[in-house]
């Protein structure tokens, strides 16, 4: 089966910077995806990875190490529009396509 | 408009009743997925496919059903509603060819209550 750890709830202020963890343990493994989701509202995409390492897009960063089952998101120069949850997602291979497999979401609340 | 629609929205029902939740898609992907969320419990796969002749059950299945009526379609079925399926739905689509990396594009959600 999957195991996707990652923790409940995070608080930060604004302006700093925050890592947001997800570890795993999955068969199958095709890479990880970080979702942001607003409360009442759909996911979205945030990063992808799938090669170990580094990915950075603006003010957010994600990293992976397949070996360790570890990835990390990590947000710099916090706004309160940050405040949501934070959904690490792994990339499963399964038949003749994917599907991604949830942790159960980090709630971040930014404060003043 | 948005590129994947869920209709209905918003559904207060009761137990016992029939239900089913539609997806449409106009992004031209083969793959299409419906996930159910819960406080606390994260997003969890109900079914899954990968394309008009392919479906697939996810980890929570039992009491559902679906139907992929074209590649754009995709509809959930509760044929007898319970109030433990009180939850919110997402129909999800994704495309692995090319630049696209297989990540999911989302619809809107669909609430569905079951008193």
């Known amino acids: 089966g999957q195991n996707i750890d990652q923790p409940t709830e995070m608080t930060a202020t604004e302006g700093a910077i925050v890592q947001i963890n997800c570890t795993y343990q999955?068969?199958?493994?095709?890479?990880l995806f970080w979702y942001q989701q607003h409360a009442g509202e759909a996911p979205t995409f945030l990063s992808y990875n799938v090669l170990d390492g580094l990915e950075e897009k603006g003010r957010f960063s994600s990293f992976l190490s397949r070996s360790k089952g570890y990835s990390y998101l990590l947000l710099k120069e916090l706004q309160m529009k940050d405040s949501a949850s934070y959904l690490c997602?792994?990339?499963?291979?399964?038949?003749?396509?994917?599907?991604?497999?949830f942790g159960t979401g980090t709630q971040l609340k930014v404060e003043l | 408009d948005a590129d994947v629609t869920q209709t209905p929205r918003n559904r207060i029902t009761k137990t016992g009743k029939r239900i089913m939740l539609e997806c449409s898609q106009t992004?031209?992907?083969?793959?299409m997925y419906w996930y159910r969320q819960d406080p606390g419990l994260g997003l969890r796969l109900i079914y899954y496919?990968?394309?008009?002749?392919?479906?697939n059950k996810g980890e929570i299945s039992d009491g559902y059903s679906v139907s992929r009526q074209a590649q754009a379609k995709f509809s959930l079925s509760l044929e007898s509603a319970i109030p433990n399926q009180t939850a919110l739905y997402f129909c999800?689509?994704?495309?692995?060819?090319?630049?696209?990396?297989?990540?999911?594009?989302f619809g809107e959600g669909s609430r569905l209550t079951v008193l």
């Open positions: 496919s990968f394309d008009v002749k392919d479906i």
């Open positions: 999800a689509t994704s495309e692995r060819t090319g630049p696209d990396t297989g990540e999911l594009f």
């Open positions: 999955t068969s199958g493994f095709n890479g």
């Open positions: 997602a792994v990339d499963i291979l399964t038949g003749g396509g994917n599907k991604l497999t």
């Open positions: 992004k031209g992907h083969d793959r």
